[in-house]
């Protein structure tokens, strides 16, 4: 009969769900469900040798609990650590019908998931945490029922508080800065709350020691039921982010200020030479917007020639890396515009060290070199005067030293001489050298009158009459000779000149020609003018000798050079002739055949003073 | 006194070649002085008297600033005449011009006859103005 209960309840036991033991008190299995048996892996039969120690023989202190006879359960793990399983079991004590304790009733369950999940858990926590402390986010909770607001370590250490720290919605809300920080985030958190809306915002915070620092606070509605029921939010330490931040725009509005006030052209270009940056002076010289000029190439701005110039430029600097430095350039735009500019090309490197580009400087030289050519121009001005007046003091050296030497010489004679007739002709001699000397000072007074005076008052004057009126004066010379004169001048045209210089002018071109008559011909002098430009040109033509110019040149402009052996011949005329004309800014030329004739040209400059 | 076969004075002046004339009495026994107003006139008497087999002058007496052919011109084309003897040749100028002196003593190299520079006022002409000094050629 015992037997059969036996039996029955050992099938009972058997076909339990859950895992099941019976254990006696000496801690020998009694009995177990195939599930328990299968969950230690224990064979169907036989069982009965093993006892729970054996079983479970990783838990410690199992045999001082059992002698407890009180429930009690544990954790424990079947395995080896690759494929470990985590169990519970629960002991509870077994009573026979008349109450006594003759065993424990084990009940074991296979929790190796929920052990793994708290673990996933657990891990997922310590991420969370490190990942928080290592990018210093910290997070926090605004329960809307219960108007509980949680922060988390770093949220915590970001406000400077201890980690003791309960904060509450209004406490944190004064956290920021009184004015806009405060104000923003009062506002937005309302609306997080009411409209569900949200928010990310930088602003700045004082924290518990009194620091302003800058904080990113994000925050978002977790609605539940269409009801908000929490806020969840991150928080953030973004002050040095701010900092350097602020302090690379400060920087760049510097450099941009400073560029941009330069008074120099800037320019940033890159490899193939297009602008990817320019300053104010830059676009104001070319006439375009910034937006206008960043990916052009000097192609699209200037003349082609100086664009392929540039380039070179450019590809030298690339290749070379060594800076151009000062070089005078001449920038010709689309529009023709010349422009002087010193320029400086100079490698740009990026980050890495690599050439990226190169930076150039211009400045513009124009009126510099405006100025330069004035002053040249005014040197070699100079230049010429100094020439012309080294000329005339050689002139005047040598004239006056010929005849002082001849002075000299004769009163050396007449000192050492008795005869009473070659003393008179050596007195003569002194008479004429005296005179010589009187007529060479009156000629040098001449041109010096007319290389000092040059401000002299020009007026209106009509060549024709003034021709007549020389003619005039000349009237006993010319019959003399026998001279024809045709004034074939335009009876109307005038020239603005010094009258004395006219009359001087006309006179010794007059003279000139007859002086050098060819002996054989009687002297015909033709006188025409001629408008070529803003100049009137007054041709002398004579029939006369006419001069080798090959070989004389602009010799006969000389003072004191006479090129005929004629007697009246003193190289005074055209010599004054010359600095009369060039005093009134005009020139003289001439054409000249041997044994044909010669003409004089004189160019009157009406544009100039 | 030193002979002289024959004498050139080539000046525009009047009064410089009187004072030559006059000078080279005490110094000179000379029958055949010619006076030329310019370096044309020289250098046409100087091609004459080498065609026609006269004798050429020994001393020349030669002016810088003259109509026409001044003395450096007259040197130039004398020099090309390839005249054998030796010719002295004083030049005679007021000019105390540095570019002259330059230009003279240029020419003493390459001139193959005796070059002496004087300059005005000269109140003596000395026999050794008249001579040559013989290399020993």
């Known amino acids: 009969m015992k037997a059969v209960e036996r039996i029955e309840q050992h099938y009972l036991l058997r076909q339990l769900p859950q895992a099941t033991a019976l254990v006696g008190l000496d801690g020998s299995l009694v009995d177990a469900s195939d599930s328990w048996l299968t969950l230690f892996s224990l064979p169907p039969k036989n069982f009965m040798e093993a006892d729970i120690f054996r079983v479970m023989e990783n838990v410690s202190d199992l045999k001082e609990n059992l002698s407890n006879h009180k429930t009690f359960s544990f954790r424990h793990h079947l395995g080896e650590e690759n494929d470990c399983r985590w169990l519970e079991s629960t002991f509870t004590p077994w009573y026979d019908e008349k109450e006594n304790i003759v065993g424990s009733i084990v009940q074991t369950r296979d929790i190796s998931r929920e052990v793994e999940k708290e673990l996933e858990i657990e891990r997922i926590n310590a991420i969370l945490k490190t990942k928080s402390e290592v990018a210093q986010v910290g997070c926090w909770e605004y329960d809307v029922q219960t108007e509980k607001l949680y922060w988390c370590d770093e949220t915590r250490k970001i406000h400077q508080v201890p980690l003791s720290y309960q904060p509450n919605v209004n406490e944190a809300i004064e956290f920021y800065k009184p004015g806009y920080s405060r104000n923003k985030i009062s506002m937005i958190f309302h609306k997080a709350i009411h409209e569900s809306t949200p928010f990310n915002e930088r602003l700045i915070l004082v924290t518990h020691k009194g620091e302003e620092r800058w904080v990113q606070s994000a925050g978002k509605a977790i609605e539940k039921n269409g009801k908000v029921v929490k806020i969840f939010g991150t928080f953030q330490d973004i002050h040095e982010q701010v900092m350097t931040e602020t302090k690379v725009m400060e920087n760049q509005q510097l450099l941009t200020a400073l560029i941009d006030n330069l008074p120099l052209n800037v320019f940033v270009k890159d490899l193939d030479s297009k602008k990817i940056l320019v300053n104010k002076s830059e676009c104001e010289y070319l006439e375009k917007s910034p937006k206008e000029l960043i990916g052009k190439t000097d192609f699209d701005l200037y003349d082609e020639e100086v664009a392929k110039i540039s380039r070179e430029e450019d590809l030298e600097v690339i290749k070379t890396l060594k800076p151009i430095l000062g070089k005078e350039t001449i920038s010709i735009k689309k529009n023709g515009q010349t422009t002087n500019f010193l320029t400086s ?137 026998q001279v024809q004169i045709h004034n074939e001048v335009d009876k109307k045209l005038v020239v603005k000149s010094v009258p004395a210089y006219l009359d001087s002018i006309i006179l010794n071109l007059l003279t000139n020609a007859v002086k050098y008559r060819d002996p054989n011909r009687k002297p015909v002098i033709t006188l025409t003018t001629k408008k070529l430009d803003r100049k009137v040109i007054l041709s002398v033509s004579d029939n006369g000798l006419g001069i080798d110019l090959e070989r004389y040149g602009d010799k006969i402009f000389g003072m004191y050079k006479t090129f005929h052996n004629n007697r009246d011949a003193k190289g005074f ?35 100039s003073k | 006194m030193k002979k002289v076969s024959s004498i050139f004075i080539v000046d525009d002046d009047p009064i410089t070649v009187f004072g030559i004339k006059k000078m080279l009495k005490p110094v000179a026994i000379c029958d055949d002085i010619q006076i030329f107003q310019n370096g044309k006139e020289a250098y046409d008497a100087l091609k004459s008297r080498i065609t026609s087999e006269q004798g050429i002058p020994e001393v020349i007496f030669l002016d810088i600033n003259m109509p026409i052919m001044d003395g450096w011109d007259f040197l130039k084309e004398m020099i090309d005449l390839d005249i054998q003897e030796r010719i002295i040749i004083n030049m005679i100028t007021s000019s105390i011009d540095p570019s002259d002196y330059q230009r003279w003593n240029d020419f003493k190299e390459k001139c193959p006859h005796q070059l002496n520079f004087k300059n005005k006022p000269i109140f003596k002409i000395e026999v050794s103005d008249l001579e040559g000094f013989h290399m020993a050629s």
Do not use: C, W
């Open chain 1, 345 to 481: 090309k100079i490698p740009l490197f990026d980050l890495e060290g690599k050439v990226s580009g190169l930076i150039g400087i211009s400045m513009d030289i124009s009126a510099i070199k405006k100025k330069e050519d004035q002053l040249r121009n005014l040197i070699n001005l100079t230049s010429i005067q100094n020439k012309k007046l080294i000329n005339f003091a050689h002139i005047v050296s040598h004239n006056l030293r010929s005849h002082s030497a001849n002075f000299s010489m004769l009163l050396q004679f007449l000192k050492s001489e008795d005869n009473e007739k070659e003393r008179e002709h050596i007195e003569n001699m002194l008479t004429q050298a005296s005179d010589n000397l009187l007529e060479t000072l009156e000629n040098l007074n001449q041109v010096v009158d007319i290389n000092t005076n040059i401000n002299l008052k020009k007026e209106q004057l009509n060549i024709h009459d003034t021709i007549v009126k020389v003619q005039h004066s000349l009237a006993a010379f010319l019959d003399k000779n």
């Open chain 1, 573 to 607: 005329g055209l010599y004054l002739v010359r600095n009369q004309v060039e005093a009134m800014g005009g020139r003289i030329t001439v054409n000249s055949e041997v044994d044909k004739g010669t003409t004089f040209n004189v160019y009157f400059n009406e544009e």
